[in-house]
């Protein structure tokens, strides 16, 4: 479970009066952001995925697909579905799926579903630079978490100037553990059936279900 939970936990005090405020540019780009991707019915999208801290560096390539409150996540050998009350994680390595209810307002800051509004709880916020990338210029978001007990300290999230939508976003941890999430490809209002985001035990045959609910 551990890859999942960077994931989903993906859980500097400043003394600078200013900071504490929402930055009213910030807010506008993040605004647009999050109509973008609450327009869409559904999207797909490939990432590379890059963490390191406490002398451990690990990388993986990773796919997501959300529809609504449901996602799909494959990440390290592991497979995610989360059908809205169901969350089952798959471990292929020792053919394993474990099977608990889901609550998506009380797993993570960085729940995959929510990665776009959550600005809007739990963080202030400034613009921090216009940076460049493949041709694009990308505008960089820095959230601060305002939450004492957070692990969280920062995540800097980039924005497409043009289409206003997320290329990468950097979480910095309080005891330094960063991890990155980098867009290589984005499908909007792909076709997904309920059924993709329920896990099928007859298509893992032999597989051991550890029900934790």
Do not use: C, H
């Not at 405020?21 to 807010?27: E, G, P, T």
């Not at 692990?151 to 309080?174: C, F, G």
């Amino acid at each position: 479970m551990k890859k999942f939970a960077v994931l989903l936990s993906l859980a500097f005090v400043m003394t600078l009066p200013a900071f504490a405020q929402k930055d009213k540019r910030a807010q506008g780009i993040l605004d647009a952001m999050s109509k973008k991707y609450k327009s869409l019915k559904s999207y797909q999208a490939s990432f590379t995925f890059a963490s390191a801290g406490g002398g451990a560096k690990e990388s993986y390539k990773g796919d997501l697909t959300v529809k609504n409150e449901k996602f799909r996540l494959l990440l390290g050998g592991q497979e995610v579905f989360t059908d809205g009350k169901t969350m089952s994680t798959y471990i292929k390595e020792s053919n394993e799926v474990n099977v608990q209810d889901y609550d998506a307002g009380s797993n993570s800051e960085l729940n995959p579903t929510q990665i776009y509004t959550i600005y809007k709880r739990g963080f202030d916020y400034r613009f921090l630079k216009e940076q460049k990338q493949a041709g694009r210029t990308l505008e960089v978001i820095e959230l601060t978490s305002s939450r004492p007990k957070s692990a969280i300290k920062t995540v800097q999230i980039a924005v497409d100037k043009l289409d206003k939508s997320v290329r990468n976003w950097l979480i910095i941890n309080k005891d330094g553990k960063q991890t990155s999430y980098t867009i290589t490809k984005f499908t909007p209002n792909v076709n997904a059936p309920d059924s993709y985001f329920a896990f099928d035990k007859s298509k893992y045959p032999g597989v051991e279900v550890v029900d934790l609910r």
